[in-house]
């Protein structure tokens, strides 16, 4: 079974510039995850996906971060513009059912704002 | 919303002693308590997990025990062996249909041989 798929592995911008991280979760799993993991710090929840709707964006700094997972599937973490505190492991994680279980993550991308 | 707080930061054991890694939880509702191994560079993987109907699990060298009245679970890792050298997360989470995970800071373990 293939694993959640994530790219690009690494990314380096200047501050203000925008970025785009692309996560494809493994087959038939309807919720998928996007963590923010700060150096020497546990991940940490940006936006819940059930399908294609939004279940928690609540962390999500919405001024300059978006999401979506328009057809249930793949979907897109986009920063613009990036702060340097955007400097991050973006983890992306999925999980078969809505209720408990474990969640199945990608490598990640790493991002490096200068 | 859940908080979880995370102890030691680090842990230096020898090979062959046993490491324990203890964590705190804030919301009596969460009821669903994983841990997560990470290597150097790679992706989270789970390694043991708890419900909150069960006070003790145990998979070959390692074990969680968890306690619910205090809010509190922990790992353990017997027979430590230099490949168990890792950062090792705690997570909570109340389960339902807005299941998440809320992790601790984790703890990064060194195994010396």
């Known amino acids: 079974e293939a694993g959640v798929a994530q790219s690009p592995r690494y990314k380096i911008i200047e501050k203000r510039q925008s970025v785009a991280f692309w996560c494809n979760p493994i087959?038939?799993?309807?919720?998928l995850y996007w963590y923010q993991q700060i150096l020497g710090q546990g991940p940490k929840l940006l936006i819940q996906f059930q399908n294609n709707g939004v279940v928690d964006d609540s962390q999500l700094p919405k001024d300059r971060f978006s999401a979506e997972r328009l057809k249930g599937v793949d979907s897109t973490l986009k920063i613009q513009p990036a702060k340097l505190e955007d400097s991050a492991v973006y983890l992306c994680?999925?999980?078969?059912?809505?209720?408990?279980?474990?969640?199945?993550f990608g490598e990640g991308s790493r991002l490096t704002v200068l | 919303g859940e908080n979880v707080e995370q102890h030691p930061s680090t842990l230096s054991v020898q090979e062959g002693d046993s490491a324990v890694i203890k964590c705190t939880y804030s919301?009596?509702?969460?009821?669903?308590f994983p841990w997560y191994k990470q290597e150097l560079g790679k992706r989270p993987q789970l390694i043991i997990d708890?419900?909150?109907?069960?006070g003790e699990k145990k998979d070959q060298r390692i074990a969680v025990t968890l306690n619910k009245t205090a809010k509190h679970f922990s790992l353990h890792i017997t027979e430590t062996q230099p490949e168990d050298s890792a950062v090792y997360f705690c997570?909570?989470?109340?389960?339902?249909?807005?299941?998440?995970?809320?992790f601790g800071k984790g703890t990064l373990l060194t195994v010396n041989p």
């Open positions: 997570a909570a989470s109340k389960g339902g249909s807005n299941y998440k995970l809320t």
């Open positions: 919301d009596s509702a969460s009821n669903y």
């Open positions: 087959s038939g799993h309807a919720t």
């Open positions: 994680a999925s999980t078969y059912g809505t209720n408990t279980g474990e969640l199945f």
């Open positions: 708890i419900r909150s109907n069960v």
